[in-house]
């Protein structure tokens, strides 16, 4: 089996953030069948981090995201595991092939183990539609 990467948004390294959005990582986990065999953290664009959001090419979501500049760092990655996103960043993730998991564990720990266990399921009422004018600090 070749090797697999999974990729948790996070603001510690060891808590699952609870808006992809607003996370400052990615703790990126590789995997060799079931065993970890190697742990990094990268830094993550966000929403508020990104500068301005008036460029025509970032609203194609509807919003002003642009999410392709968050997801670029873990383009290399199956999955991406948080425990919230909006419907824009989780449409990106899926267009640029990486599994969303919408998680209700809050470590990255636990949501691994289940992972490797093959019990991780996603809760989609963790998946939240942002219409015009949303906004992020409610």
């Given at each position: 089996m070749a090797q697999q990467k999974i990729a948790f948004v996070t603001d510690d390294g060891s808590t699952i953030s609870a808006h992809f959005g607003r996370a400052m990582y990615y703790e990126?986990?590789?995997l060799d069948g079931p065993t970890v065999v190697s742990r990094e953290r990268v830094p993550k664009a966000g929403h508020?981090?990104?500068?301005q959001?008036?460029?025509?090419?970032?609203?194609h979501h509807g919003h002003g995201h642009d999410h392709g500049s968050?997801?670029?760092p873990?383009?290399?990655?199956?999955v991406l595991v948080a425990r919230g996103?909006?419907?824009g960043a989780h449409n990106a993730l899926r267009a640029m092939g990486i599994t969303p998991i919408l998680a209700d564990d809050q470590t990255i720990d636990?949501?691994?183990?289940?992972?490797?266990?093959?019990?991780?399921?996603?809760n989609e009422r963790r998946l939240h539609d942002h219409?015009?004018?949303?906004?992020?600090r409610n």
């Open positions: 990126i986990c590789t508020h981090s990104q500068g959001h008036g460029h025509a090419e970032e609203h968050m997801i670029s873990i383009s290399d990655c199956a996103m909006g419907m636990a949501a691994l183990e289940k992972y490797l266990a093959g019990s991780l399921a996603t219409g015009p004018g949303h906004n992020h």
